[in-house]
Each structure stands twice: as structure tokens, then as C-alpha cells.
């Protein structure tokens, strides 16, 4: 009989950073972590809405800290990352999550709009990763996943600078993953399809659009934070010590399409 030592994806004791977690799935997935025992630094540009995200963390039974940062700003990045390792003394897990999005014709796109969106959605990416990236290169361990989209793999009207954005992110993963793995740091993207959060709750009150959603979705619903939780705890536990450079679709199968 071959005996086999399985791994466990419990993270009590593991110190996880997630960006952009006041809200929105962002701070679905630092429930997820500290349901399964991470303790949590909650990043978000804005200081009393991750103060709020983190007295609802702490109401899990875990320690979770706010800590305000722009990801397009590496000296804000820096500063985030002190206050990570002050509060834990080490980073396990990086949930690379900030983004944001602009929708309207692609004729009619300024620079401005291309640079805000870019530089957060992928610049700002880069920057975390690489940040945190030093650190866990240095304790010769860590997870990162970065938090991609179904439109880094597949074009829609409307969107082009987050396609473009989204689309970066999944390249970045396969790059990073292959150049750090030598260090035990194995960096995976999450590809979520559209989740119904408070943030959503408003355009999905358009029938037109949520009509079309769900015509693009074979399993003929939205996705849920629930639906996120597994595939986050996976990644940022011991159950995906040999999964690097992977792309992760929570899609209800539309990229499967």
C-alpha cells in the first residue's frame, strides 16, 4: 500500500495580505482566509472602510489589521508591506486583488482613462507582487494570486482597457511563476466571471444586461462570494503545492464556451 501524507488546507497560523478588501469580492476572499485561520491585512485605499473590513474579520475569531495604500505607488506599497511584517512578522499569502474598471465605446477612451486603469489594474499588480515577492523570496516560501478576470481570456464590447489590463495579469502570472518557483513562491490567478456582491447589485437591475450574462453561461447564474472561497483557500494553501502559473476560472463555464 503506498502511504500518502495529505496536505491540509487549514492556514491557522499563516499571515495573508489581500488588496482592495473593503468590499466586494475582495473582502469575500479575506473572509475565506480567515475562515480557514489566516489572519489578515486588509488593504484599501481607503482607511475607514478596511477599518470596518477588519472589525467584521476580527468578528471571525481572527487578527486582521487595515492598512491604507494606493497599488500604483510603490513608496504606498512599501509602507504597506512594513506594517505587514510589524503586525506578523512575515507575509504567507498575498491575495493581489485592487482593480477597477471603466466601460464605455472604445472610440471614445482618453489617455488618462487608459493610464488610471492600466497602471491599477496591471502596473499596480506588478508592483505588490513584486514588493511581496522580495519578501517571500527571502523566506523561501509564499503564495501569490493575483486576481485576473473571463475577460483576460475572452474580448467583450466596451471594455477594452480591462481586457487588456485582465488579459496582462494572466501573462504575468505564467512569468512570475516560472522565475520564482526555484524559491518555493508559486504564483496562481483567480478568473472570476461577473459576482453578485452590494457593489453589482445595481447595474444587475438592467434585464438587457443580466439577460446577456446569463446567456454567456452555461451553469445560468451569477457567481456567488461563496463560490470564491474554495478556490482562493486552495491556492493559498497546502493543497496547491504544486499548482504555479495557473489561471483559475470561476466562471459558471463561459470560457469554456
Request: aromatic share 6%; net charge neutral.
Amino acid at each position: 500500500m503506498i502511504m500518502m501524507n495529505f496536505p491540509s488546507a487549514d492556514l491557522t497560523g499563516r499571515a495573508a495580505i489581500v488588496t482592495g478588501s473593503s468590499k466586494g469580492i475582495g473582502f469575500g476572499m479575506a473572509c475565506a482566509l480567515a475562515h480557514a485561520g489566516a489572519d489578515i491585512v486588509v488593504v484599501s485605499r481607503n482607511l475607514k472602510e478596511g477599518e470596518q473590513a477588519a472589525e467584521e474579520i476580527r468578528g471571525l475569531g481572527r487578527k486582521a489589521i487595515a492598512v491604507s495604500c494606493d497599488v500604483t505607488v510603490p513608496a504606498s506599497i512599501d509602507a504597506m508591506v512594513v506594517k505587514s511584517l510589524e503586525a506578523y512578522g512575515k507575509i504567507d499569502v498575498l491575495v493581489n486583488n485592487a482593480g477597477m474598471n471603466i466601460r464605455k465605446a472604445s472610440v471614445d477612451f482618453s489617455e488618462a482613462e487608459w493610464d488610471t486603469v492600466v497602471d491599477t489594474n496591471l502596473k499596480g499588480i506588478f508592483l505588490v507582487a513584486q514588493r511581496v515577492g522580495r519578501e517571500m523570496i527571502r523566506q523561501k516560501s509564499g503564495k501569490i494570486i493575483n486576481i485576473a478576470s473571463i475577460f483576460g481570456m475572452v474580448g467583450t464590447p466596451m471594455l477594452p482597457l480591462y481586457c487588456a489590463s485582465k488579459g496582462g495579469i494572466v501573462q504575468l502570472t505564467k512569468c512570475l511563476a516560472t522565475e520564482w518557483a526555484q524559491h518555493n513562491v508559486l504564483v496562481n490567478a483567480i478568473g472570476p466571471a461577473y459576482i453578485r456582491t452590494p457593489m453589482t447589485e445595481g447595474w444587475l437591475t438592467d434585464k438587457e444586461r443580466l439577460d446577456y450574462i446569463l446567456s454567456m453561461t452555461p451553469m445560468k447564474r451569477l457567481g456567488t462570494l461563496e463560490d470564491l472561497a474554495g478556490p482562493v483557500v486552495f491556492l493559498a494553501s497546502d493543497w496547491s503545492n504544486y499548482v504555479t502559473g495557473h489561471t483559475l476560472m470561476v466562471d459558471g463555464g463561459w470560457v469554456a464556451r
